[in-house]
């Protein structure tokens, strides 16, 4: 059965085999067509592996180091801080972002809450001295308190 496959695929052209090696159908095709078709592919010199077959997965990327930079003290703050994150085109996490309402009491008395802790923003590593230069300023600045016109 296999030399009559292999003959059967050989007749057919290079276009045609890659289209079968590029559809990957395994309800048109049985499993052993697609190592063949692959094997008649290189004898003609054609070199099918760029074909993405289903089950290939991406090559896997590099995931940033992320480091700590600073706690944002003020979770008012946050919004701000994620826009100047993103407007700068950090790579970023904000931890603790979305659980300073999640239990009871919230940020009571605190000011973030005392369950899950302050939002903490953490950075790529390469860019890390960058983004606490440009976050210092503003979240500190939003810890003292506004001076008023004394009468």
Known sequence: ?????????????????????????????????FPVADGILRE?????????????????????QLVEVMTIPNPAMVPVVRSLLEEGEFTFVIKNELTQDLFAWGQF????NPITGPPIVLVDADRAE??????DPVVHESDSEPEGNEV
Do not use: C, F
């Not at 960058?130 to 976050?135: G, I, K, S, Y």
């Open 44 to 64: 003609r010199g054609v070199d099918a592996s760029e074909i993405k077959k289903p089950g290939d997965s991406p090559p896997p990327q590099e995931l940033p």
């Open 130 to 135: 960058e983004a606490r230069q440009l976050l």
């Open 109 to 112: 008395g605190t000011g973030y």
């Open 1 to 33: 059965m296999s030399d009559d496959l292999r003959e059967r695929l050989g007749q057919m052209t290079t276009d045609e085999l890659l289209e079968i090696l590029r559809n990957h159908d395994a309800d048109e095709w049985r499993a052993e067509v």
